[in-house]
């Protein structure tokens, strides 16, 4: 894939040339990353993984980092905002407050929620600050020492960097997670998606290193990802560099043609979905289907049409013995019962925060980024390239993984990144186009 950058910089560092915002921006976002890796470790164990009982050190760690974004914030002119987040997103965060009246575990549901919004704002207010060529680097250096750390680990403690047989029994995890690799990382389906998203910033974005080194680390992720059985986010990252790719080739100025052509192609696969749909759901039919998910997706719709309005954010899983899962299973033996997401980001989203916030999730989360990526231009276009990448690894991860909403899980907080850079890099555009469409209009 011929690479779309033309923006050489020297690689980022906390150096005089950066303003106090830049710096204390910096900071925070190393900061909020490497805690990111973290937090997981944080909150190992049966205690509180299944019960829902908060980490202090965790939280404590977070709201460190948002003080340290606040402080960048409020060193820049005040036009730069603390909630710099677009409406779409406020509006569906406060749509999950409102589901917490009616949420089996408010007090669980309320500190998850904080946390979801901790994260939200953090990446905006330093995004905001810093260049995109400045957030896109900082991501790249830690995902580059997230991979090297991981087969350290791997080649020096096998025992905590390879999944083990201890880690399968009574959890509701898939034995067939033996063996793979993970890391430094909690899961080897995190390790997996670290390793994709690595691989998009370095044949995308990562100019400045060279053809060599770039294809070198890039080997590198892709060992690791193979080594991970992360199978999923190995097919993502093919189809989110090659959908980029062709974004690539997009000029905008056929937008007006191409948003409607786009229109009736979606409405073509709709009606071919409607059409064979006995023939698509029959793999659905079958409860061992995609590794045993759609046993637990059979269970989580049950529940869906008992409660259109969903159990309340952050109120389903991992919650104690009352969990709503548990009453819908035959018994606390039953697998399906001891899961602890829904593995499927959508499916998530609809049994916590019901239809109507599922479909504001949605459009938030990806049909408006990824419009305005169509509508306007980006700033350069490999920008446009790299966050229409990112945007499409997140949405496919979560057709078989959880992370929409969801604090801070790593391909969440990559699709917040995926977001804020769609921002960043076209408010610019609007702001060039809205005084051009002011002067044709008299």
Not at 354 to 360: A, K, Q, R
Request: hydrophobic share 55%.
């Amino acid at each position: 894939m011929a690479l779309l950058q033309t923006e050489t910089i020297s690689p980022l560092a906390i150096k005089p040339s950066l303003t106090a915002a830049e710096k204390w921006a910096t900071i925070s976002l190393y900061t909020f990353l490497i805690s990111m890796v973290a937090a997981p470790f944080m909150s190992v164990g049966e205690r509180v993984s299944n019960t829902g009982e908060g980490n202090a050190l965790r939280q404590i760690l977070f709201l460190i980092v948002f003080l340290l974004a606040i402080v960048a914030t409020r060193a820049v002119k005040p036009h730069f905002k603390i909630f710099a987040a677009p409406l779409s997103i406020m509006a569906t965060l406060a749509y999950c407050v409102i589901t917490l009246k009616w949420s089996l575990a408010p007090g669980i549901g309320i500190r998850r929620l904080f946390l979801t919004i901790l994260v939200v704002m953090i990446i905006f207010m330093n995004v905001q600050i810093l260049t995109f060529k400045q957030t896109t680097t900082i991501i790249r250096h830690v995902l580059i020492g997230v991979l090297f750390a991981n087969f350290a680990v791997v080649a020096l403690a096998p025992g905590i960097g390879i999944h083990r047989a201890a880690e399968v029994a009574g959890f509701g995890m898939d034995p067939q997670l033996i063996g793979s690799w993970k890391g430094v990382l909690a899961h080897k389906n995190f390790a997996g998606s670290f390793c994709a998203v690595t691989i998009l910033f370095l044949v995308i974005e990562a100019k400045e290193w060279g053809v060599m080194l770039r294809a070198f680390l890039t080997f590198l992720a892709l060992i690791f990802l193979w080594k991970s059985a992360s199978k999923t986010s190995a097919g993502l990252a093919v189809i989110a560099l090659f959908v980029s790719y062709f974004y690539g080739k997009y000029n905008h100025y056929y937008r007006v043609a191409v948003l409607p052509a786009l229109g009736v192609f979606l409405a073509g696969v709709v009606g071919v979905i409607w059409m064979y749909w006995d023939v698509i759901s029959k793999p659905f039919n079958r409860p061992d289907a995609f590794t045993g998910r759609v046993a637990i997706w059979r269970v989580l719709y049950r529940y869906w049409q008992d409660h259109p309005w969903g159990s309340g954010y952050g109120s389903f899983f991992n919650i104690g013995d009352e969990r709503p899962i548990a009453h819908y299973t035959k018994g606390p033996k039953d697998w399906v019962s001891l899961v602890p997401e829904a593995h499927n980001g959508y499916m998530d989203l609809l049994i916590s925060i019901g239809t109507y916030g599922m479909i504001l999730a949605v459009f938030a989360l990806l049909l408006i980024p990824i419009s305005k990526l169509l509508v306007w231009r980006p700033e350069e276009r490999w920008q446009g390239v790299l966050a229409l990448a990112m945007l499409i690894f997140c949405a496919g991860h979560n057709l078989t993984e959880s992370s929409f909403l969801d604090r801070d899980s790593i391909v969440e907080v990559f699709l917040m990144f995926a977001i804020a850079l769609v921002e960043k890099t076209t408010r610019a555009d609007r702001q060039r186009d809205l005084p051009i469409a002011a002067a044709r209009n008299g």
